[in-house]
């Protein structure tokens, strides 16, 4: 028999895993991050694609269509523009917008949390916990999935907590944890 389809025994239960995913399949993003995906949403909507569909119909109206690059070129863009609109529509729709300014001056990890940690090398690192379409690692920010953001997710200034990584297992101390204040209304 296969050992692929064999059932492993559950006895290592002291053995580190990684917290389980939230339930039901939300996906988180701060209003900043709505508003970036409504606002290309509606560029795509509103002015790309009748542009470009002002240029397959000009393109179309030349004649022959196999070798005429524009109109080629043209209906490829429809289809990543058509394409980019129905990811977003289906991403703005099950989009739970959480304002991590509510969190201001609380001391525990949450949504859009900026925590300040340092690893048991030493290291110390700061990241932003954002939604899954607006983190930039280039930035600092990672998405409330990752696996820092799950094993900092709902920690205090002062807990030492254990990383799980693919290749070991890390201590990290939560050093800081701060949130946006809250703009003027």
Known sequence: MSKAFTK???SDDDELQLPALPAGGKNYISPAGY???RDELLELIDSERPKIVDVVHWAASNGDRSENGDYLYGKKRLREIDRRIRF??????IAEVVDPTVHHGNSQVFFGATVTYVEDNGVERTVTIKGIDEANSAQGEVSWISPIARTLLKSREGDVLKLVMPDRVAEIEVLAVSYPAKGPA
């Open 35 to 37: 508003a970036r995906l």
């Open 88 to 93: 977003l529509t289906k991403r703005l729709e």
């Open 8 to 10: 492993e025994s559950e």
